[in-house]
């Protein structure tokens, strides 16, 4: 496996200086405005095309393209008829992303990280065929969970998954199976449970059955005892907690503080046809990204993503984590937990190299990816972190990170993942399943 170039590792920006940029970018738009009130491309040419099919997953780290859409940013930039499509699962994102388009299916989407390099590499899709796609930005880090059945209240669950193992293999012994649901095989939410289960010594191959289950559908699959556990975004875990069907043993974030989540991709053959309508999508989902950020938006932005449009759940079930206020429901409350979704602060929005190479390590210690995979040619074709960065210096952003690597990363198990070394990181996994 080929190690991704690594440089120096760049600073987390504090908040004094994250509201000073944000303040500052916004008083830049709003004078642009004044100027340009069609958005930033009214002087130039403007985009190539008005519009594009962008499809998402009803999930919270959405809501970007949901504020894109009903806050008028797509428009701004010269893009008015961007669609927002809702996709039944990321099975259906997939099939639609390869279709694109001009096949009845989609231009780009809202998607779990690692999706793009298993469609580009064809690991994924069908006769292992590759559609090459293109990661623009993250939309989110952290404010995923894992969360467990009713019946497993007694344990308490929390990171340390070890008492679950002899739970499990008790119910085995009844001659009962015993599943772990994911959304998509190799993707985040998948790669978080594995993580979980195997550092409390559960094999995820063969302790305990994984299966894949739409995140919209977690919910009413625990209901009827179809898994054991699952991990999804929110409000799907909330919504378990407040139908007393579960709790939550952990957000994602107490796995991998500020880890990388969502991000928003667009087929290649897009990004190479049409650059500026590229950079005029990126700079709506940017802007917007900053709105979802701003805690004072965060009771509306929780009504949005409820609409039927969009997430369609009950407001109650989104609010309270969107605020950062952790109901885990087996007794343990948190407020203004430090492991809140956010959008843009942390550099949330930056496509690391570090941090999709990570993922890569991740599919290959799984068996979604060979051993011999080569990351950094992959990483090329796949990580647009360059159009990022010139389309974050067109809108004023100052807050511009100066490596393509965070640097060393730590987990909550005390494993420790080095960009330049990811092969002593995959050395280190006692449990894994390479190909």
């Not at 004072?296 to 449009?309: F, V």
């Not at 796949?382 to 210096?393: C, G, H, I, M, S």
């Amino acid at each position: 496996m080929t190690a991704s170039r690594t440089l120096k590792s760049t600073f987390a920006p504090n908040r004094r200086r994250f509201l000073k940029d944000v303040a500052a970018t916004t008083a830049l738009l709003a004078a642009g405005r004044q100027l340009l009130p069609q958005g930033a491309y009214a002087a130039a040419s403007g985009p190539e095309v008005s519009g594009a099919k962008l499809g998402f997953i009803a999930l919270t780290d959405a809501g970007p393209l949901f504020v894109a859409k009903e806050k008028g940013f797509f428009a701004k930039h010269g893009m008015p008829d961007v669609e927002v499509l809702k996709q039944s699962s990321w099975g259906t994102t997939r099939d639609n992303l390869v279709l694109g388009a001009a096949g009845n299916g989609i231009d780009g989407a809202h998607i779990l990280t690692p999706m793009p390099y298993l469609i580009t590499s064809g690991a994924v899709t069908q006769n292992n065929q590759p559609t090459p796609l293109s990661i623009l930005a993250r939309l989110n880090v952290a404010g995923q969970c894992i969360s467990v059945g009713q019946e497993y209240a007694g344990l308490k669950l929390g990171v340390d998954a070890t008492p679950f193992k002899a739970a499990l293999a008790a119910k085995k012994g009844t001659g009962k199976e015993v599943k772990a649901a994911n959304t998509f095989p190799g993707g985040t939410h998948d790669l978080w449970i594995r993580y979980w289960l195997a550092a409390g010594g559960i094999d995820p191959n063969s302790d305990i059955q994984t299966i894949t289950v739409p995140p919209a559908q977690m919910v009413a699959n625990m209901k009827v005892g179809t898994m054991d556990c699952f991990c999804v975004c929110e409000p799907w875990n909330h919504q378990l907690v407040n139908q007393g069907i579960g709790y939550t043993a952990l957000t994602t974030g107490e796995l991998w503080d500020k880890h990388p989540e969502k991000s928003f991709t667009l087929r290649t053959d897009f990004v190479e046809k049409y650059p500026k309508a590229t950079k005029a999508l990126l700079m709506a989902i940017m802007e917007a990204q900053m709105w979802c950020e701003d805690m004072a938006n965060k009771e509306e932005l929780a009504q949005i993503c409820a609409k039927r449009n969009w997430i369609n759940a009950p407001f109650k079930d989104v609010v309270d984590r969107m605020k950062g206020n952790f109901d885990y429901g087996n007794g343990k409350v948190v407020e203004n937990s430090p492991f809140i979704m956010h959008y843009w602060a942390d550099n949330a929005s930056y496509p690391f190299r570090s941090h999709d190479l990570w993922f890569l390590t991740e599919d290959i210690r799984w068996g979604y990816l060979p051993k011999n995979t080569d990351t950094k040619a992959l990483l090329d074709r796949v990580n647009r972190e360059d159009l990022w960065r010139e389309t974050a210096k067109e809108l004023g952003v100052s807050a511009i990170p100066d490596s393509t690597s965070r640097g060393v990363e730590t987990f909550f198990d005390g494993k420790v993942f080095d960009p330049a070394n990811p092969s002593a990181y995959l050395e280190s996994l006692a449990i894994k399943r390479m190909v």
